[in-house]
């Protein structure tokens, strides 16, 4: 094995990084899907020859990221490196091989160097469609949400797979955007695969093998240090999810053991009839995360650094379903893991971790028809993503709409009323969603759709936190919990609804959880958070006993900072009975 200088190697480190940030933006440039280009609902990196992780691009879901990183060793069992030419690219959607649901397509390219293979170049991808039902939670079975694509080659020597897009733009409902996305991660492969070429002649490499096995070991032995400070003990925790036809039951109980970590999901709800399960890749995808997040922010993400956390669910539960079980909305339930980690590990690890969010992202679909020049039909589909609250963390308050633990990004109203007859009406902050406490937790928003089209539409609302709040943490209160309605009235959610030409959608998002006591948050921090629209007046008296007296009209459209100030008296008094009532309940 070579030994490599520190320097020399964070020099290729940091080259690696911008070759997988160059496949990134390539992805990013020529994608045609608002869900990739807008949203950035992909991931990217490079693999070692034997199929190991060894970087990522800077940002990326870990539903994808972490997924593919666990999800190659089934590209390279079925094609082995003596069946692959240059210009060969490979192709799956199968949710038990890769992120979990068969809206995502993973795209692997192989490296050759002179003839050899070096490395692959991979990328996953939320594509529009991908046919069947309209995305929803409403299947009962695979078969009935889409194209399942199994491992098969895209390319060969260059040459496209004719059967086989023939066969995607037959099923999928965006010809066009899907295929178009599919041509956009092979290129950005290529893209990849010619700076690392470049990079490994620069550097007088002919593998990258002692490099990769440097980088993750090194990784592995940073993240196994950073658990080795968790006191050695079992740290258990449950949470609900609303579910589908009933309440979904999240159990975890993570176990320290030196530089170990296990995490097993045995407890949680058994597998689901409808399409929120989640297949055993994704679940280890968020808790790997978690754990990273938690413990070892700053430790490269690699398969190193997957070594340490040993991640376990009963076959048969939500967490680890069978096939052909319909996972069509598996985030809903995925997406729960890192703050079910959290809850559990801020046990061992108080003042450290953050309160419950929003969790999960809110994907609406939205599809109709519009009426052109001269009569002429066409139809449009919408992948909308939007964001709640972060819960509340240890030093600071939590972020407003800021994904977690997803970081796909919302779609600006310009680009949605420019390729559709969709109308944004409303998209404001959601006054008093973020739960009170020493720090506040983030606040949601609050959204209105139309479509000016005149013809009848549709929409699926995949979303949670309806029922469940996400919790608060020491003594934090927890979030608001969201709500979906039509015309003002109360609509079920994981559903596809039809819509008359005139409705307006209503969709107001979660909002995070509190951390610590709401009185120990100063009466100067309350009243800023009323001057700036996150806290009510009302609100702000109930939650955090601060009287604020406002001077202004109320019909007044701009409200001043000197319109707002603190009644010093009355706010002592609300306080001083707010601990004499809490005194009597002990």
């Not at 052109?372 to 709640?388: C, I, N």
């Amino acid at each position: 094995m070579t030994s490599f200088d520190p320097v020399v190697l964070e020099i290729l480190w940091n080259r690696l990084i911008s070759v997988c940030n160059e496949q990134h933006l390539t992805l990013l440039r020529t994608a045609f899907s608002t869900v990739v280009r807008e949203s950035q609902d992909l991931s990217c990196g490079v693999f070692d020859r034997r199929g190991r992780m060894m970087a990522q691009s800077a940002t990326g879901t870990p539903g994808h990221i972490n997924a593919m990183a666990t999800g190659v060793r089934h590209f390279l069992a079925a094609f082995p490196e003596s069946t692959l030419e240059p210009g060969d690219v490979m192709i799956t959607n199968d949710p038990w091989m890769t992120a979990g649901q068969i809206n995502d397509m993973t795209v692997l390219s192989p490296v050759f160097l002179d003839d050899a293979l070096v490395a692959y170049f991979a990328s996953t991808c939320h594509a529009p469609d991908i046919g069947g039902r309209m995305l929803s939670a409403e299947a009962r079975e695979i078969y009935e949400e889409g194209l399942r694509i199994p491992l098969t080659k895209l390319f060969h020597r260059g040459e496209p797979n004719a059967e086989l897009f023939r066969i995607i733009r037959a099923n999928v409902r965006t010809p066009e955007e899907t295929v178009g996305d599919l041509y956009a991660q092979a290129s950005s492969n290529a893209v990849g695969a010619r700076s690392l070429l470049h990079l490994m002649r620069e550097f007088h490499l002919d593998s990258i093998e002692d490099l990769a096995d440097e980088i993750m070991s090194r990784s592995e032995s940073a993240l196994r240090n950073s658990i080795f400070q968790i006191p050695n003990g079992r740290y258990e925790n449950e949470s609900w999810s609303d579910g589908f036809e009933e309440p979904i039951r999240i159990r975890v109980a993570v176990t320290v053991e030196d530089r170990d970590i296990h995490i097993d999901f045995a407890g949680s709800s058994p597998q689901s009839g409808r399409g929120i399960n989640v297949v055993l890749n994704y679940t280890q995808a968020y808790a790997s995360f978690a754990i990273k997040a938690a413990i070892g922010p700053e430790v490269p993400h690699n398969d190193g650094s997957f070594r340490p956390v040993h991640i376990t669910a009963p076959e048969g539960s939500i967490f680890n379903c069978r096939e052909p079980a319909a996972v069509g909305s598996r985030h809903l339930i995925g997406h729960f893991v890192p703050g079910a980690i959290f809850g559990a590990l801020a046990q061992a690890m108080p003042g450290q971790l953050m309160s419950g969010g929003s969790e999960p992202v809110w994907l609406s679909l939205y599809r109709g028809e519009q009426i052109k020049e001269l009569g002429a039909r066409s139809s449009f589909m919408l992948s909308h993503f939007q964001l709640g609250g972060m819960g509340a963390r240890a030093s600071k308050d939590g972020l407003n709409t800021t994904g977690f633990p997803s970081g796909v990004g919302g779609v600006p109203a310009e680009i949605i009323e420019s390729l559709t007859p969709l109308l944004q009406r409303r998209r404001e902050l959601r006054i008093d969603s973020g739960g009170a406490g020493r720090f506040r937790g983030g606040l949601g928003q609050s959204t209105e759709m139309r479509c000016t089209s005149g013809q009848p539409w549709e929409v699926s609302a995949m979303i949670d936190r309806i029922k469940f709040p996400g919790s608060g943490l020491q003594g934090g209160a927890p979030g608001e919990r969201g709500h979906f309605s039509v015309d003002q009235v109360p609509k079920p959610a994981k559903m596809l609804i039809s819509l008359a030409p005139s409705a307006t959608v209503q969709l107001d998002l979660p909002g995070g959880g509190g951390y610590g006591d709401p009185l120990e948050r100063s009466p100067e921090q309350v009243l800023q958070d009323v001057i700036d629209g996150y806290v009510s007046i009302e609100a702000a008296r109930s939650e955090y006993r601060v009287a604020i007296i406002y001077s202004g009209t109320q019909d007044q459209l701009v409200r001043l900072p000197e319109h707002f100030r603190v009644d010093q008296p009355a706010t002592q008094a609300l306080r001083l009975d707010e601990i004499n009532l809490r005194l009597k309940r002990r």
